[in-house]
């Protein structure tokens, strides 16, 4: 390596030291976001294995949803948590695209998340987008996107109002409040399969206020992803 190249490589690690995105132990040159050892031990869900998962039964009698998966188990001081912070409050936008390709990779023979028309991030209110200048569903979408070879789709679903915390609230009052954060247009025509993306879920709130929000147009065949599931 030249001694230019060199400095180079030693300066941008001072702004994005190679660490492990899980762990935060130094990365070799051929690892990337997590070392050897973190993406072995991820704690995958499999869920997408099996019918009638624990995601999808958050649903149940709640929204009408085909399929609903979540790829890892989140806990609390946990790996995945780390990692969830690296992807929304550290800038690490990249970490949700691998994840996500990490994910598709998993799900590519899943018939029930093959053939859709479309795969929707949850939306972040525009100022809170603005501030964190991603949307970490939309990265984690584009990496489920370039393995499962179903576009991604930010204008159909919008947040239109951003709402203090719901901890504490009942879930009726909770999507009740919610419903009114996200509205749903399709000016492109007709969308008949869509799956919803989202960082994380733990009540399934959010995602049920998106759901509604789309079968406001029509759309009705509604699959969901999450990368993380927090008990
Ligand atoms: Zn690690």
């Not at 998962?53 to 995945?80: C, D, M, P, Y």
């Not at 936008?93 to 994840?99: C, M, P, Q, S, Y």
Request: hydrophobic share 40%; net charge positive.
């Amino acid at each position: 390596m030249n001694v230019l190249k060199r400095y180079l490589v030693d300066f941008s690690s001072l702004f994005f030291p190679r660490l492990c995105s899980s762990c935060r132990t130094d990365l070799t040159p051929q690892e990337h976001f997590l070392c050897i050892s973190c993406l072995y031990n991820l704690p995958v869900t499999d869920f997408h294995l099996h019918e009638g998962n624990t995601i999808e039964k958050i649903f149940w009698g709640r929204v009408k949803v085909k399929a609903a998966s979540a790829f890892l188990f989140f806990r609390q001081k946990g790996k995945v948590q780390h990692m969830m912070h690296q992807l929304k409050y550290h800038g690490n936008a990249e970490l949700g695209v691998f994840l996500g390709k990490l994910y598709g990779q998993s799900l590519v023979s899943q018939e029930a998340y093959k053939n859709a028309d479309l795969l929707i991030p949850v939306p972040l209110h525009p100022q809170k987008h603005k501030k964190r200048g991603y949307n970490q569903s939309e990265k984690i979408a584009e990496g489920l996107s370039s393995v499962l070879n179903i576009p991604v789709n930010n204008t159909i679903l919008k947040r239109i109002k951003q709402i203090g915390s719901q901890v504490g609230k009942s879930r009726i009052d909770r999507v009740e409040s919610l419903k009114e954060c996200f509205l749903a247009d399709c000016p492109e025509g007709k969308t008949d399969k869509v799956i919803l993306i989202d960082d994380t879920i733990t009540t399934g709130s959010t995602l049920e206020a998106c759901v509604l929000a789309l079968n406001n147009i029509g759309i009705e065949n509604i699959c969901i992803l999450s990368l993380a599931y927090a008990e």
